[in-house]
């Protein structure tokens, strides 16, 4: 099928096969994120839980049950847990990141505070770990809980390897790994447990989430410097104003003249930035061709992806799994 904006994207033709699905998850996700006692919880989290993300990871638990022949409830329990640690690292990012906009709207911490975001973060991250337990499955828990605590890893890592000129791919890689491809690998993994299938199926699918959201977190770093804002909801170079080491400048580091070195030291490592500073690392980058070197690494891990779902029977789901590793990729052709 072809990727063209007058198709139906991939995305939403997994969240139309899964319709019924994700009914349940979101009435399971309003129904937890309610409080009794503190009604900022459910107005911070419904800002953000509702706000028109895609619920890709949650969705990807649904499609690989679904896909393994999985007939009981506990994949609607196992997608709203998903969705409870994706939402609370959210939330948590925004305060570490000082960010205004999520999605194209006011992030909580802007429209509350950083307390809120943090708290109601904390209570999110409680939430999911009561839905898991109540599949009785311990191997779930296990992945899910070690998920949780690498993404928070990944994060920390992050905050030191972010603003140093000596972070290289292998350092970046690691970080991508936690805050983005570990809740992927552990949405596609519990599919396969919950459904009962044998350890070589559990694995590719597995393999297929850490590929899918390495590509994933490439494209978006990209995206920081070459994309449409109203199609990801956040500013061109945000990443840079942050001070972020990611691909397409790691890779316009490693290729520095003198000259260049110290511009990306002054603007990086220093965070002495002025007007004109991101149009000169916008040039540097198409300078070094880094923009399309950091293409061809993201659709490598993209047909990764796809490699590791051979090994699995052949079903319309998956047929929308190999079509999703492919779109996330099309999206800077």
């Known amino acids: 099928m072809g990727l063209d904006h007058a198709t139906e994207k991939p995305h939403e033709r997994l969240a139309k096969a899964l319709a019924d699905d994700l009914v349940a998850v979101n009435a399971l996700i309003r129904a937890r994120m309610a409080s009794e006692h503190a009604p900022r919880i459910p107005e911070v989290t419904a800002h953000l839980v509702e706000a028109g993300g895609k619920r890709l990871r949650p969705m990807l638990t649904l499609a690989t049950?679904?896909?393994?022949?999985?007939?009981?409830?506990?994949?609607?329990?196992?997608?709203?847990?998903?969705?409870?640690?994706?939402?609370?690292?959210?939330?948590?990012?925004?305060?570490?990141?000082?960010?205004?906009?999520r999605r194209g709207r006011p992030t909580a911490n802007l429209l509350w505070?950083?307390?809120?975001?943090?708290?109601?973060?904390?209570?999110l991250f409680a939430r999911s770990f009561q839905?898991?337990?109540?599949?009785?499955?311990?191997?779930?828990?296990?992945?899910?809980?070690?998920?949780?605590?690498?993404?928070?890893?990944?994060?920390?890592l992050q905050l030191t390897a972010a603003q140093d000129l000596s972070t290289?791919?292998?350092?970046?890689?690691?970080v991508v790994r936690g805050k983005t491809a570990a809740l992927f690998a552990a949405a596609t993994e519990v599919g396969g447990v919950i459904a009962g299938v044998d350890a070589n199926q559990v694995d590719a699918l597995r393999t297929y989430g850490d590929a899918l959201g390495i590509s994933f977190q490439i494209v978006d770093d990209l995206l920081d410097y070459g994309g449409d804002t109203q199609a990801t909801g956040k500013n061109i170079g945000d990443d840079f104003r942050e001070r972020k080491l990611t691909m397409p400048v790691i890779k316009a580091v490693a290729v520095a003249d003198a000259e260049q070195r110290a511009f990306w030291q002054r603007v990086i490592e220093k965070g002495d930035q002025r007007d004109g500073d991101l149009d000169q690392a916008l040039s540097l980058i198409a300078h070094h061709g880094t923009m399309e070197a950091t293409r061809i690494e993201a659709v490598r891990w993209s047909d990764l992806a796809k490699s590791a779902l051979t090994s699995l029977p052949s079903s319309e789901l998956k047929d929308m799994l190999v079509d999703l590793a492919d779109y996330v990729v099309a999206r800077v052709r």
């Open 65 to 101: 049950a679904r896909m393994c022949g999985y007939g009981g409830p506990f994949h609607i329990n196992l997608a709203a847990t998903v969705e409870f640690i994706h939402t609370a690292t959210l939330l948590h990012d925004d305060v570490v990141d000082e960010s205004g906009q």
């Open 113 to 123: 505070d950083n307390k809120s975001s943090v708290l109601v973060g904390d209570y």
């Open 131 to 156: 839905l898991m337990v109540e599949t009785g499955n311990l191997r779930v828990l296990d992945i899910l809980s070690n998920a949780s605590a690498t993404i928070a890893e990944g994060e920390v």
């Open 168 to 174: 290289d791919e292998e350092i970046y890689l690691k």
